[in-house]
T-cell receptor, first 111, second 113 residues
């Protein structure tokens, strides 16, 4: 089953923060976050594993709530380059390579 | 080299044509993937190859035929496609381990007339 992402779209001013959520109805072992700009390849942001710690680099971080089967992506002090569509991909314990992607969150950062 | 390349970038074909999409990586990855992405939708997994053997086929119609001639190359042979098969076809590769980063290519935008 496809994970559910929210919000579907968000518009920010440069420097503002955003949170993108990803939730699943089935047990998760991993959550992968990707960003895709129009006409380009999805770019890997980070992976969170069950039992693992919160990941992050620079001003993008993420968390994984195993009990709720949810993950959140935190974008701090957004930059114009953050614009794009963010996808979460979920992997189960017995099919770690088989990613099921959420519907995506379209993020636009304006000057 | 951390790049996955795909050719062609764009392809227009008729429903009776036979064409092939190509994907190449030189990162030493032993898992390779084909995804289909419709406009404003997420990528959908089609096939997974592990050590050049097909390990996952997500119930894809037989008009799509994957091939992995060696560890660096992945092809997708197309025959008798339908207009609804028009989409962006993405190739990806990764280490052959669960729960690892997948590196995506830029995709081939396919239009079936």
């Amino acid at each position: 089953q496809q994970p559910v992402q929210s919000p579907q779209a968000v518009i920010l001013r440069e420097g503002e923060d955003a949170v993108i959520n990803c939730s699943s109805s089935k047990a998760l072992y991993s959550v992968h976050w990707y960003r895709q700009k129009h006409g380009e390849a999805p770019i890997f942001l980070m992976i969170l594993l069950k039992g693992g710690e919160q990941k992050g680099h620079d001003k993008i971080s993420a968390s994984f709530n195993e009990k709720k089967q949810q993950s959140s992506l935190y974008l701090t002090a957004s930059q114009l380059s953050y614009s794009g569509t963010y996808f979460c991909g979920t992997g189960s314990n017995n099919a770690g390579n088989m990613l099921t992607f959420g519907g995506g969150t379209r993020l636009m950062v304006k000057p | 080299d951390t790049e996955v390349t795909q050719t062609p970038k764009h392809l227009v074909m008729g429903m009776t044509n036979k064409k092939s999409l190509k994907c190449e990586q030189h990162m030493g990855h032993r898992a390779m993937y084909w995804y289909k992405q419709k406009a404003k939708k997420p990528p959908e997994l089609m096939f997974v190859y592990s050590y050049e053997k097909l390990s996952i086929n997500e119930s894809v119609p037989s008009r799509f035929s994957p091939e992995c001639p060696n560890s660096s190359l992945l092809n997708l042979h197309l025959h008798a496609l339908q207009p609804e098969d028009s989409a962006l076809y993405l190739c990806a590769s990764s280490q052959d381990s669960p729960h690892v980063e997948q590196f995506f290519g830029p995709g081939t935008r396919l239009t079936v007339l």
